[in-house]
Structure formats: C-alpha cells, structure tokens
C-alpha cells in the first residue's frame, strides 16, 4: 500500500510540473501582443524554436546519432516546425477564440493517434472528458461574433493533430538509454527551427528590428516558454500516459484569460467562469481516466519486495 501510495504520488507530482507547460503557454498571446513585433508569426516561431534549442544544444553537449537523427527530426517537425506556423495561421485568419477551440481539439485527437500508436483502449470516459473540455473552452474564449475562414479551420486542427500526434510519438519511442529530457528538447527544437529559418526568411523576409522591449519578449518566450516548458512537457510525456498529458493542454486557453484578465484588462463575464471550471474538471477527468492502475504483488514475496523497495 505504501509503494501505491508513493507511486501515485510520483505520478501526480509529474503530472504538476508538466501542467506548468500549457499554463506558461498560455502568456503567448499576451506576449506576442504586447511586446513582439507585429504580423511576423514565422519570424516569432523561429525565434522561440531555434536559439532555444541551440542553447540546449550547447547545454548537454549531445547530438542524436544513428536512427535518432530521423527521429528527432519526425518529433521536431510535428511538436515544433509544423505545429508552430499551422498554430499562428490559425490565429492570423481566426477570431482567438476559435482558434483557441481548434487547439483544444488536441486530446480528442491524442486519444485516437495514442490507440493506434500505443495501443491505450479508447474508452467513452476519455472520450468523454475530451468533450467537456472542448467545451468548457469554448464558453472561455468563444463569441457569438465569431467569423470562420475555412484556411484558418484546416490550420487550426492540422496544428492540434501536430500536436498530438507529437506527443504520443514522443512517448512511443521513449528516449535513447542516457539522454535527458533537456537533450531530447534540445534535439526537437533544433530540428524544428532550422526546418522554420529558411520559410521564416522566404515568406517574411529579412528580421526586422527589435527594441529592448521585443528583445525581453523574445528571451522569455524561448527560455521560459519554449526550453523549460517543453523540457518539462516531455519529462511528462515519457514519465506518464500521452493521453494524460494531452490533456493538460486545456490549462492554456484558461491560462490565457486568465492572464488577459489581470494583465491586460480584459473581461471575464460569469459564462466564461464557469467554463473555466468546465475546463478544469475535463482536465481533472482525463487524468482519471488515463492514470494507470498500480499492480498488486501476487504473493508474499513480491509484498516483502514491493515494502523493501519502497523504504
């Protein structure tokens, strides 16, 4: 019983500090407005990804070799180089609050690559617990005003099946014996940023010029908001289910108004509260749904074995 205990507690300690991730991720908009140089959504996405992962880079002194090369490529593509700009066209052609909505697709689709891929049973509370979260964020970040463009849909749910077909192939194949967390995001958001400097440099041009106040803009977004939250992320994802994981993901656009309600003014009408509280059980649910069962020792010696592990 003390080893189930400990381990749940693991589980959920991990849980937490990867739940750090989309809350962090939720500052984006606030940031990108407030401090970023307008209307250079590529230019931004280079600028989290690759001198982030440079940094990592020279931080662990380690390259991916042999098969590893292709697959931090595929991871890098998927969680970074393709989920980045698909991310900010969406929110180019959107209304925030649909994009936000197309994002929070991303565990309905995580439970079906994760059944494929991993073989995790697709149960209807999982299913279920996607659903409400779905919509407990659209009554957080959704108006009645709300404009459709059919480029902005397709890139709003291309970029949260990125996603989530990122996640659970991170946690499909693992980490190579000896390498960190801090390595494996090192490897993926180098991958992801060379793929995104040569688009960011024939779609917008040259960089344009930034102020101190872009500069601090661009620091937090790549080191708080890239290197240590997605360190973060896939320390949970090898250490957890994807699916419990992708879940997480509805912290974000709670996040998100949460913090354009303190920092920047905004609103928050008694719907958008309560679908906050929505999103939150959804949240509370998935991990319920997907948190995996400690086996009981069988006898004896496994009991004896299991207590002296765990003391």
């Known amino acids: 019983m003390t080893t189930a205990r400990t381990g749940a507690a693991s589980y959920a300690g991990t849980l937490a500090l990867a ?19 307008p209307d250079r959504p590529l230019f931004t996405a280079l ?97 009645a005003t709300a404009a459709l463009d059919t480029i902005g849909v397709i890139a709003g749910l291309a970029g949260a099946a990125s996603m989530a077909a990122g996640t659970v ?19 993926q958001l180098t991958a992801g940023g060379l793929f995104l ?3 960011a440099l ?26 240590v939250a997605y360190a973060l992320w896939f320390r949970g994802i090898a250490r957890t289910n994807a699916t419990s994981i992708a879940f997480l993901g509805l912290l974000s656009p709670v996040s998100a108004a949460v913090i354009g309600w303190v920092a ?11 679908g906050m509280l929505i999103a939150l059980g959804a949240t509370l649910l998935g991990q319920l749904a997907t948190a995996p069962r400690a086996a009981k020792p069988e006898n004896a010696s496994e009991q004896r074995e299991a207590a002296r592990t765990a003391a």
Not at 205 to 227: E, H, M, R, S
Not at 264 to 274: E, I, K, M, R
């Open 47 to 143: 600028m989290r990804a690759l001198p982030a992962g440079l940094l990592l880079l020279a931080i662990t002194r380690s390259l991916p070799r042999g098969r590893w090369i292709g697959r931090a490529a595929v991871l890098g593509m998927l969680n970074i180089g393709a989920f980045f700009p698909l991310l900010f066209l969406a929110a180019y052609r959107l209304p925030g609050g649909v994009a936000a909505v197309l994002g929070a697709a991303a565990p309905l689709i995580a439970l079906g690559f994760a059944a494929l891929a991993l073989n995790e049973k697709l149960t209807l509370r999982k299913v279920l617990a996607g659903i409400i979260g779905l919509f407990g964020v659209a009554l957080v970040v959704l108006r």
């Open 169 to 187: 192939m991170t946690k499909r194949w693992g980490r190579p014996e000896g390498v960190g967390p801090l390595a494996m995001t090192g490897w």
């Open 197 to 199: 400097l040569p688009l």
């Open 202 to 227: 024939l779609v917008e041009g040259a960089p344009p010029a930034l102020d101190l106040k872009a500069v601090g803009g661009y620091l937090y977004l790549g080191l708080i908001g890239t290197a």
């Open 19 to 37: 739940g750090l991730a989309p809350l962090v991720w939720g500052s984006t908009y606030a940031v990108t407005t407030e401090f970023l140089p």
């Open 264 to 274: 920047l003014g905004q609103s928050l009408a008694p719907l958008q509260l309560a």
